[in-house]
């Protein structure tokens, strides 16, 4: 079993959509939860950052994180075409410099 | 500011010949990462380097070694090519909230 779980997808919806994206994690240990974006062709780059539980908003993205369930979320709200990309989640204890990567979620926002 | 630049872009190798890939960050960060990707497989940790000076395996380091050259650059080197280390390479340097910067890049091909 990976460390880290992500439905790969794709998940494909019409503009202005809801999308949902979650990861799972067997380390109850994780601390800090990221999740990043990941353009065709290019280098990933960090969405969001969150610490330990709760929410964080930014626009019209927003992460969830329920350690009780290691469980993490992160939704995105008025979907735009430009949101098209690959999403992936990442992990990490307080006292790694690794992190645990899902094997991402390849979302489509059709026009 | 370039941020992490990588070289070359892309490579075609024949199995057994070696060659080196290039990375170098301007962030002034301590840690410095190389990453592959491959279909369905996510981000997997070759290898990194939490500080100038030290290096250590993550979960693939087989047929590939690392050179922590400076603070700036970080290159990782295949001695013998083989068709399973075709794959995108990444690499990354972290700023010390787990924030990890990518690169655009290197597409290797192994023929």
């Known amino acids: 079993q990976k460390e880290v779980e992500q439905d790969p997808g794709p998940l494909s919806v019409p503009e202005g959509a809801i999308v949902s994206l979650n990861c799972t994690y067997s380390?109850?240990?994780?601390?800090?939860f990221m999740w990043y974006r990941q353009y065709s062709r290019k280098g990933p780059e960090l969405l969001m950052y969150?610490?330990?539980?709760g929410n964080k908003e930014d626009g019209r993205f927003t992460a969830q994180v329920d350690k009780s369930s290691k469980y993490i979320s992160l939704f995105i709200r008025d979907s735009q075409p430009s949101d098209s990309a690959t999403y992936l989640c990442?992990?990490?204890?307080?006292?790694?410099?690794?992190?645990?990567f899902g094997a991402g979620t390849t979302v489509t926002v059709r026009a | 500011n370039a941020g992490v630049t990588q070289t070359p872009k892309f490579q075609v190798l024949k199995t057994g010949q070696s060659m080196t890939l290039q990375c170098a960050q301007d962030m002034n960060h301590n840690s410095m990462y190389w990453y592959r990707q491959d279909p369905g497989m996510g981000l997997r940790l070759i290898y990194y380097s939490a500080s100038e000076g030290t290096t250590d395996k993550g979960e693939v380091p087989n047929g590939y070694n690392v050179s922590r050259l400076n603070k700036r650059e970080f290159s990782l080197r295949l001695e013998s090519a083989a068709p399973s280390q075709t794959s995108v390479y990444f690499c990354?340097?972290?700023?010390?909230?787990?924030?990890?910067?990518f690169g655009p890049g290197t597409r290797l091909l192994v023929l």
């Open positions: 990442a992990m990490s204890l307080s006292n790694d410099y690794k992190l645990s």
């Open positions: 380390n109850s240990a994780f601390q800090y």
């Open positions: 969150t610490y330990s539980s």
């Open positions: 990354a340097s972290m700023a010390g909230k787990r924030t990890q910067y």
